[in-house]
């Protein structure tokens, strides 16, 4: 079975690094492709540009068996879909391969207004980083595009390509890229917050100091 993890990871913090994890451990994945976007669709851009997040989230990944970066949306350029990004990987893995979108329960809840949701389902599988005590809003449409497909069993992903949802509980650390970066800009340490190797190439980089802004990307593989 192979994980899918999306984000713009501006930067990777520990945040998404243990729960990503515990949802490895946890389905049993062969693999955990970790997936920087390029140009996220509904928000604004990265203020990193897309070589130096990659480059963060190499290092912080650097070492742990069966992460593996997949740059994708930062060779295929404009704005990142997931449902074109499943679509590749299911077109390199076969139709057979069990394939897993993790996904918080925030990004659940606006499902629904994804592009193309009900194929995401048709491509993958749901896999969700439930954090203790947190809920996801039933509303209709939600309800509508997840009916039937909830499982309490990681063990039925693997009998199948995609169309489930599973969740997991797991270790809830509040921790945001918009914190850790308001925290650089204003002089103070996110030590803690993310790999001592991230933060490094933070410092040496200069990245997100004060007056800093987003910086376009070129879009080369790296």
């Not at 057979?96 to 809840?109: N, V």
């Not at 039933?138 to 309800?143: C, K």
Request: glycine fraction near 10%; aromatic fraction near 4%.
């Amino acid at each position: 079975m192979i994980g899918v993890f999306g984000g713009t990871f501006d930067p990777v913090h520990f945040g998404h690094l243990r729960p990503a994890l515990e949802m490895h451990v946890a389905l049993g994945l062969d693999e955990l492709r970790w997936i920087p976007c390029r140009q996220p669709p509904h928000r604004d851009m990265p203020v990193a540009n897309a070589e130096q997040r990659v480059a963060m989230l190499r290092d912080a990944i650097d070492g742990v068996p069966g992460f593996v970066v997949d740059t994708r949306e930062i060779r295929r350029g404009g704005p990142s879909w997931m449902v074109d990004t499943l679509a590749s990987l299911r077109d390199e893995m076969g139709r057979q391969t069990p394939l897993i979108l993790l996904l918080g329960s925030d990004a659940l809840a606006g499902l629904h207004r994804w592009r193309e949701p009900q194929r995401i389902l048709e491509l993958a599988h749901l896999g969700i980083m439930q954090r203790p005590g947190g809920k996801v809003p039933d509303t209709a449409p939600l309800r509508k595009l997840l009916a039937g497909r909830e499982t309490t069993e990681a063990a039925n992903l693997a009998r199948q390509p995609a169309g489930l949802l599973y969740r997991h509980a797991v270790t809830q650390l509040d921790i945001s890229a918009t914190c850790i970066r308001a925290l650089l800009r204003a002089g103070h340490s996110p030590r803690f917050l993310l790999p001592g190797t991230v933060l490094a190439r933070i410092h040496r980089e200069d990245l997100y100091a004060a007056g800093g802004g987003p910086k376009e990307s070129t879009g080369q593989s790296t």
